[in-house]
């Protein structure tokens, strides 16, 4: 699905114009045109040979092209060159753009919640996939995993491109951890607004926290498919880790109160860089690793 942001429209220019600027014939106001009829011959960019040409002047060009409606400058794209990726399919609604005008659609999480919305599939190691037309893909962490890395200092991105099992570093008080989508596929992009602002993107795991953008081939899907879990089955995992998180912090801490608990018995935000590293990292290993995923 397109867009709804992307319009057409017909732009008219000039080719012997130093600039070329392209007006959406909608906006202009053709009886002020010059260009249009005999005033043409009294412009300094006609050419000699067309001065006796009948009107429209022959250096004036005209063509379809699309735009984007929602972005702050318009910029017209011819429509002799493919349709941009991002703005003709599903992957538009990972558009900045797109999100900054229709946040409401994905709104950032609010606190206790453990959303997932029902159009993903999901990881049982705590990774969605948005699964589109031709191939596309989202990715990013599930609502349980942003909790866990809440307070992440630093992020890296280990598979900027190319076939690869997807794979961030993320660094919580001081230690490493790698998350790792569990299956590969062939990597466009991952999101550039992740190491300049990891904790925001957190916030926003469903949307405009995506981690990569990518391509499945078409022999891939199916087993890929069957590794995945539904939306309903992916709350599930996550109260259930979150028990098994609660559990724990209980067994790592018997003597006192624990202090990475938020009220409501849920774990503190930023968990993971609240507890000791190897504590951290056990916990790590128990729900979001790779291996995790696959003992389930
Ligand atoms: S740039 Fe973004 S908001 Fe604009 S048309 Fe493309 S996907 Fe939509």
């Known amino acids: 699905m397109q867009c709804p942001f992307l319009k057409e429209a017909r732009v008219r220019w000039c080719r012997a114009a130093g600039i070329r600027k392209p007006i959406a014939e909608s906006q202009s106001d053709d009886a002020a045109c010059r260009c249009l009829d005999e005033r043409f011959r009294d412009c300094r960019w006609v050419s000699p040979e067309f001065h006796e040409a009948p009107p429209p002047c022959p250096h004036l060009e005209h063509a379809l092209v699309q735009y984007c409606e929602a972005a702050p400058l318009t910029r017209f794209v011819p429509f002799s060159e493919p349709l ?6 599903d992957a538009h609604k990972y558009c900045d753009f797109y999100l900054d005008l229709l946040r409401a659609a994905r709104p950032p999480l609010k606190d206790q919640e453990f959303s997932a919305p029902e159009d993903l599939f999901y990881t049982r190691n705590h990774w969605w996939i948005d699964l589109q037309e031709q191939g596309l893909c989202h990715l990013g962490a599930d609502a349980f995993l942003a909790r866990l890395l809440g307070g992440v200092e630093r992020a890296g991105i280990l598979t900027p491109r190319g076939t690869a099992f997807p794979a961030v570093v993320f660094t919580c008080g001081g230690t490493d951890f790698t998350v790792t989508f569990p299956a590969q596929i062939r990597i466009e992009a991952a999101n550039p607004h992740l190491r300049i602002e990891p904790r925001r993107m957190l916030r926003e795991p469903y949307s405009a926290g995506w981690l990569f953008r990518g391509i499945i081939g078409e022999g891939q899907m199916r087993e890929l498919k069957e590794s995945l879990i539904t939306a309903s089955e992916a709350r599930r995992l996550m109260e259930e880790d979150a028990r098994r998180v609660n559990e724990m912090l209980q ?11 938020a009220d409501g018995g849920l774990f503190e935000e930023g968990l993971l860089g609240l507890l000791e590293p190897h504590e951290a990292l056990r916990l790590f290993h128990e729900t979001g690793s790779p291996a995790a995923g696959q003992r389930r």
Request: with cysteine; charged share 10%; proline share 12%.
């Open 84 to 89: 941009l990726t991002r703005c003709g399919t």
């Open 251 to 261: 067994s790592l801490r018997p003597a006192g109160a624990v202090p990475a608990m």
